[in-house]
C-alpha cells in the first residue's frame, strides 16, 4: 500500500468520520483532553505535518459562551474565540496545503498565537509542515497614587514539524518550535528596557500503534521551555522567568463498532517556574524572587457515537490531581519569605453534542469544572471546583 495511503488510514480508524475529524475545540473538550491522542484538525496548530489531512474547511470558535467570556482556559492545542480556514492549493497537491488561524483576548505571557500561517506538503516518504505564529499583548493603567503604567510584549513563533512510517503499522510525528520574545513596560517605580529573547522553544514526539484493525496506541511527550524577561504581577516589577512543562502520556484508540470511538488514557506532566527580580530595573518591588513547582496526575475516558447519521453525542470523565508549591521569598535589609500550596482533586465531566447538515457541523460542548490549565500560563494551575467552560466550534467543509 502506498504510504500516503497507509498514514490515511492509520488516522482515519482514530476517527468515526470526516465530520468527527472536522471538529475543532468543542470535540477535544468533549473527549476530556487536549490536542495530541485522537485525531482532529486542530492537530495543525501543533502538528504541523499533519495538515494535509484536512484540507478545504473553515472553523468558527466562539468561546466560552455559558458563562459570556470570550477565551476559555487556554490548554494545549485548544482555542477560544477565533477561527481559521485550511486550503488545498493545487488540485494535485504539489503546492501543499496552507491554513490561516485568528484569535482574541488573549491572556499576557499567552504565545498561542493571535495569528498563525501554517503550511504542509508531502516531501518524498515525509509530511512536513511549516508553522509561524504572532502575538501581541499590550497594557496601559492611569493611576492616581503610583502613576500610569504601560506594557508591552511580542512573541513570534517559528514551528517545524515531521510525520513518517517507519514501520507498517507505526506512524511517528514530531513537532518543536523557537520563540522570538520581546517585552517592555514602564511604570512611576520601575522601568524594563527593552528585551530580545530567543530562548523559548517547544518540542514533542508522539506514535500511532496500530495493535489490530479497531485499536490504537498513542504515546506522547511534550516539553516546553519558556525563558525570557517580563513584567510579573506577583512580584510587581521587571523579572527574568524560566518556566518548564514536561508531559508524558498514552491513550488508547478503541473503536468498538462502526460509529463509535472510545479513548481512555493517562497522563503525567510537570513543571517549574522561577522568576528572578531585575533590580537594577525597579524601585519598589514586593518579592525578590518567586520559585514554584508543580505537577498534575491525569487520567480520562472519553466516548463518542453516531446516535443518527447527522447527530453524534460525545462524553468524558476526567481524574486531575494538581500539586503545586510555591515560593516567595525578598532578601536585604528585611528579609522575609511567603509559602502558597494547592493541594486539589478534581473529577471534571463533559458532555458534547454534534450536528451535521451537508458540509456544515455545530459541535458544543460543556465541561463542568474545567481544571484544565497546563500550568505555566500567568493564572497559575486550576484547582477543584469554578464554573466551568463551554466551547461552540462551527465549522464548513468546501
Same mark, same amino acid.
Given at each position: ?53 484536512? #484540507? ?5 470558535? $466562539? =468561546?466560552?459562551? @455559558?458563562? &459570556? ?5 487556554? %490548554?494545549?492545542? !485548544? ?114 528596557? #527593552? ?5 523559548? $522553544? =517547544?518540542?514533542? @514526539?508522539? &506514535? ?5 484493525? %479497531?485499536?490504537? !496506541? ?164 486550576f484547582g477543584a471546583g469554578g464554573e466551568g467552560i463551554s466551547a461552540l466550534t462551527l465549522s464548513y467543509e468546501f
Amino acid at each position: 500500500m502506498h504510504l500516503r495511503k497507509r498514514l490515511s488510514l492509520i488516522f482515519t480508524l482514530l476517527v468515526l468520520g470526516a465530520a468527527a475529524a472536522q471538529a475543532g475545540t468543542a470535540r477535544l473538550l468533549a473527549l476530556g483532553g487536549d490536542t495530541g491522542y485522537c485525531a482532529d484538525a486542530l492537530d495543525a496548530l501543533r502538528w504541523y505535518g499533519s495538515l494535509a489531512d484536512y #484540507p478545504d474547511r473553515a472553523v468558527f470558535e $466562539f =468561546g466560552d459562551l @455559558l458563562h &459570556g467570556r470570550d477565551r476559555a482556559p487556554t %490548554d494545549q492545542g !485548544l482555542i477560544g474565540h477565533g477561527g481559521g480556514v485550511h486550503a488545498r492549493l493545487s488540485a494535485d497537491d504539489n503546492w501543499g496545503t496552507a491554513a490561516f488561524y485568528f484569535q482574541d483576548h488573549l491572556p499576557q505571557s499567552d504565545t498561542d498565537g493571535a495569528f498563525s500561517l501554517l503550511w504542509s506538503r508531502r516531501c518524498g516518504p515525509l509530511d512536513v509542515g511549516l508553522s509561524g505564529k504572532f502575538t501581541t499583548y499590550g497594557m496601559s493603567e492611569v493611576g492616581t497614587v503610583v502613576g500610569d503604567r504601560i506594557e508591552a510584549q511580542y512573541f513570534h513563533h517559528y514551528g517545524i514539524g515531521v510525520r513518517g512510517e517507519p514501520l507498517s503499522g507505526l506512524c511517528l510525528e514530531a513537532a518543536g518550535e523557537i520563540v522570538n520574545s520581546r517585552a517592555e513596560s514602564h511604570g512611576a517605580l520601575y522601568h524594563m528596557s #527593552p528585551t530580545n529573547d530567543w530562548s523559548t $522553544f =517547544g518540542l514533542r @514526539l508522539r &506514535g500511532f500503534i496500530e495493535l489490530g484493525s %479497531d485499536l490504537t !496506541l498513542v504515546p506522547l511527550i511534550d516539553h516546553y521551555r519558556d525563558r525570557r524577561a517580563t513584567f510579573d504581577a506577583t512580584l510587581d516589577s521587571p523579572a527574568d522567568l524560566d518556566a518548564a512543562l514536561t508531559s508524558l502520556g498514552i491513550a488508547a484508540n478503541l473503536r468498538t463498532d462502526q460509529g463509535t470511538l472510545l479513548i481512555i488514557g493517562c497522563e503525567y506532566r510537570s513543571g517549574h517556574q522561577d522568576l528572578e527580580l531585575r533590580s537594577a530595573e525597579s524601585l519598589s518591588p514586593l518579592w525578590g524572587s518567586s520559585g514554584r513547582d508543580f505537577y498534575q496526575i491525569r487520567g480520562r475516558a472519553g466516548l463518542e457515537t453516531e446516535l443518527l447519521p447527522w447527530l453524534t453525542a460525545r462524553a468524558a470523565m476526567q481524574y486531575v490531581r494538581v500539586h503545586d508549591d510555591q515560593l516567595l521569598a525578598t532578601t536585604g535589609a528585611h528579609p522575609d519569605q511567603e509559602r502558597r500550596r494547592l493541594e486539589a482533586v478534581a473529577t471534571p465531566l463533559t458532555l458534547g453534542v454534534a450536528v451535521r447538515q451537508g458540509r456544515f457541523t455545530a459541535d458544543f460542548a460543556h465541561n463542568d469544572s474545567a481544571p484544565v490549565n497546563p500550568g505555566l500560563t500567568a493564572a497559575g494551575l486550576f484547582g477543584a471546583g469554578g464554573e466551568g467552560i463551554s466551547a461552540l466550534t462551527l465549522s464548513y467543509e468546501f
